[in-house]
């Protein structure tokens, strides 16, 4: 049986959480239910006690005796927050204690799963939207609410996504190849993972370069779902659009040539090889140390070789027990798909190649990803959603060559 803590902050869509209740209590869960103030007086307290059949924690300072703010926190497998409103996602993402519920989302080691509701203009306000993209780059698995008939007569996303649907991540989170019970195993602990993320930079002068829309958040997810099994983790970073988390070491790096330098040191003592990294593929054969200026109307040739593939070097230089996984970015879809794959596995030699379709330039800096996870001997796995929990399904596949 799996402990649930489900959080529920003060929004109308809070009704909607009672029928969530159920399904998670039905389904076998021992739920615990804290909502915050707010929504107290959209649902009350008796309606979540008997729902749960348990009794209902709703302030810091009640039953201090059993330091509620942090048990919950540690002893859950899984935090729901349904509804979650623009203020307590902001609440989440500022790291407020001034409650019961974010104290239990600051103590919690296990998987949180965000289920946003409010009006539209919340929704897309610049400070939700910062918000949201802070709580997924800590880990956090935010549900995208759905389109369709708010509150009132307006209508577009922000409707608290249907119980079932809800229900179905959550119990995906818990079931035996779920994140939560991944991370309960630790199974990493022991292993260094050495992972690059983001795009290299070839640069022309000292103010232009070639470079590529990569972010980083792949690789960044996986660094951190692998902190969370219990891996030591080094993040080879090639300019990063977003924070590196903590509790990772760090080397940071511009062009391929460095990316190369930093993943050989690197893997020296690496259990496990990620290249998630985008390395630009062409370098300048020559860069100017002063900023290059027009000449007229005349054009501009620029002359390029090919840098070093890193991960095939990795491959060649590999230890005895190491895992490599590469990735594969195609913008091909459906058995072209994994036929370029295929045939990409095959030249790099890696263990594992991870696949997506980055066509129309989807993928790259998105929150989510679809990806398949193939080997030599054909499709180990699939992957769909949060990159959070794609990433976790990538460390299941390394696990999985060992059994
Ligand atoms: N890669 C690498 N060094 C390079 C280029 C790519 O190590 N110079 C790695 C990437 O990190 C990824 C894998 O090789 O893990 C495949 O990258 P991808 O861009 O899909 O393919 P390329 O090798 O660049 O081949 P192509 O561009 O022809 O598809």
């Given at each position: 049986?799996?402990r649930?803590?489900?959080g ?5 869509a809070a009704?909607k959480?009672c029928?969530?209740l ?7 869960h ?6 915050t ?5 959209f649902v009350?307290?008796v ?5 749960s059949?348990r009794?209902v924690?709703?302030?810091v ?6 330091v509620?703010?942090v048990r919950l926190?540690?002893?859950a497998?899984l ?6 409103t623009?203020?307590?996602l902001?609440?989440?993402a500022?790291?407020r204690?001034?409650?019961?519920l ?7 080691t296990?998987?949180?799963l965000?289920?946003?509701?409010m ?10 939207v910062a ?7 800590r880990g956090?698995?935010?549900m995208?609410?759905?389109s369709?008939?708010?509150?009132g007569a307006?209508s577009?996303p922000?409707?608290?996504p ?7 991540v ?5 079931g035996d ?11 990493f ?5 050495a992972?690059?993320?983001?795009g290299?930079?070839?640069?022309l ?7 590529n829309?990569?972010?980083?958040k ?16 080094t ?8 924070p ?28 496990v090889?990620?290249?998630?990294a985008?390395?630009a ?9 002063t ?26 230089s ?7 996984v ?8 459906g058995?072209?798909?994994l036929e ?10 890696c263990d594992l ?9 989807k993928?790259?800096g998105a ?18 959603g ?14 999985g060559l060992?059994?």
């Amino acid at each position: 049986m799996s402990r649930v803590v489900l959080g529920v902050s003060g929004g109308i869509a809070a009704y909607k959480a009672c029928g969530l209740l159920r399904l998670l209590a039905e389904g076998g869960h021992e739920v615990t239910v804290v909502p915050t103030a707010h929504a107290l007086r959209f649902v009350g307290e008796v309606t979540w006690a008997a729902l749960s059949g348990r009794p209902v924690h709703t302030d810091v300072f009640t039953g201090a005796q059993d330091v509620p703010h942090v048990r919950l926190g540690r002893e859950a497998d899984l935090v729901v927050v349904a509804p979650a409103t623009a203020d307590l996602l902001s609440r989440a993402a500022t790291g407020r204690a001034d409650d019961l519920l974010t104290n239990v989302l600051l103590t919690a080691t296990c998987p949180v799963l965000m289920v946003p509701a409010m009006h539209t203009e919340m929704w897309l306000h610049p400070a939700t939207v910062a918000n949201v993209a802070t709580l997924r780059e800590r880990g956090v698995i935010v549900m995208h609410p759905d389109s369709g008939r708010l509150t009132g007569a307006d209508s577009g996303p922000g409707r608290l996504p249907e119980p079932d649907d809800i229900a179905a991540v959550a119990t995906s989170l818990l079931g035996d190849d779920g994140v939560a019970t991944a991370m309960r195993r630790r199974d990493f602990a022991g292993r260094h993972l050495a992972v690059s993320a983001g795009g290299t930079r070839e640069h022309l002068d000292p103010v232009r370069f070639i470079g590529n829309a990569s972010s980083g958040k792949m690789g960044l997810a996986i660094a951190r779902a692998a902190r969370l099994r219990g891996a030591r983790v080094t993040v080879v970073a090639a300019n990063l659009s977003v924070p590196v988390g903590g509790d990772v070491d760090v080397v940071p790096v511009g062009s391929t040539a460095e990316l190369a330098a930093a993943m050989a040191a690197a893997s020296a003592d690496a259990d496990v090889i990620v290249m998630a990294a985008a390395p630009a593929d062409f370098t300048p054969v020559s860069a100017s140390d002063t900023k290059l200026k027009k000449d007229g109307d005349a054009g501009l040739s620029v002359e390029l070789t090919q840098t070093t593939d890193v991960l095939a070097g990795l491959v060649r230089s590999r230890r005895e027990g190491q895992v490599i996984v590469g990735f594969a970015a195609e913008t091909a879809e459906g058995e072209q798909l994994l036929e370029l794959a295929r045939a990409k596995l095959a030249r790099k030699g890696c263990d594992l190649l991870v696949v997506n379709d980055v066509s129309g330039g989807k993928v790259f800096g998105a929150a989510e990803n679809r990806v398949t996870i193939l080997g030599p001997a054909g499709i180990v796995a699939s992957g769909q959603g949060d990159k959070n929990v794609v990433a976790h399904r990538i460390l299941d596949a390394i696990v999985g060559l060992s059994n």
